[in-house]
């Protein structure tokens, strides 16, 4: 199974960035880093992916170091609602048609 | 827009009942579709994928089946349930040829009584 590696919780004060590390050694070249995440009692909602090269969107910017092997979800200015679980994941594609296995993620609680 | 539909949101069945949940999206053609369970205070774990109607796959052994009678719409089933079926179902799509991105329904909460 593909095996990621969270930290269980992480706290972050408003307004300031939410970085949330992930380990992913086993991961292999072909295989996308995703991130989702969970707010609570709704169902997980995609926010970025990556494979080599740092990657940012309208919500998150995504670092991937050299070797693949750990990956940093950067959110740069955190609001109340960015409160959540945290899921990263990864996902070879093409014949795995798209099963991800989300592990126990992180659970980010943002501060006033 | 695409939108994914599950109901019902919270449903009681004993031990022993059946169990039928029902997801449709709307927006798309030849979606991928997946069911999902998590159980409380635990991540998610894929139960079943379907890249086609009548093409379903399961991962996980158990006394669930599932079943796509129509391109967009996937149907989860139990002819008995178990009290270890409680939890948090949740389907989820992503377009056939792009398998970035999976969009979550709003789940249905399952308690076994």
């Known amino acids: 199974d593909a095996k990621t590696t969270q930290p269980p919780s992480m706290d972050c004060a408003e307004g300031r960035a939410a970085n949330l590390p992930c380990n992913h050694s086993t991961i292999s070249g072909n295989e996308y880093v995703y991130w989702y995440r969970q707010i609570h009692s709704q169902g997980p909602q995609y926010i970025i992916h990556?494979?080599?090269n740092n990657e940012t969107n309208e919500m998150a910017s995504l670092i991937i170091t050299e070797d693949r092997k750990s990956s940093t979800l950067i959110l740069p200015h955190a609001t109340l609602r960015d409160t959540a679980v945290y899921y990263c994941i990864f996902n070879a594609g093409g014949t795995s048609y798209g099963k991800l296995t989300f592990g126990q993620g992180t659970i980010l609680t943002v501060h006033p | 827009s695409q939108t994914i539909h599950q109901w019902p949101a919270t449903l009681v069945q004993p031990v022993g009942s059946p169990l039928s949940l029902e997801c449709t999206v709307e927006?798309?053609?030849?979606?991928?579709l997946y069911w999902y369970r998590q159980a409380a205070g635990r991540g998610l774990q894929l139960l079943f994928y379907s890249i086609g109607i009548d093409q379903i796959s399961s991962e996980v052994p158990q006394n669930l089946s599932a079943s796509r009678p129509q391109d967009r719409q996937f149907i989860l089933s139990s002819k008995k349930l178990l009290l270890s079926d409680s939890g948090f179902y949740l389907c989820?799509?992503?377009?056939?040829?792009?398998?970035?991105?999976?969009?979550f329904g709003p789940g249905t909460r399952l308690t076994v009584t």
């Open positions: 990556g494979l080599k």
């Open positions: 989820a799509w992503s377009e056939g040829w792009k398998l970035v991105e999976q969009y």
């Open positions: 927006g798309t053609s030849n979606p991928n």
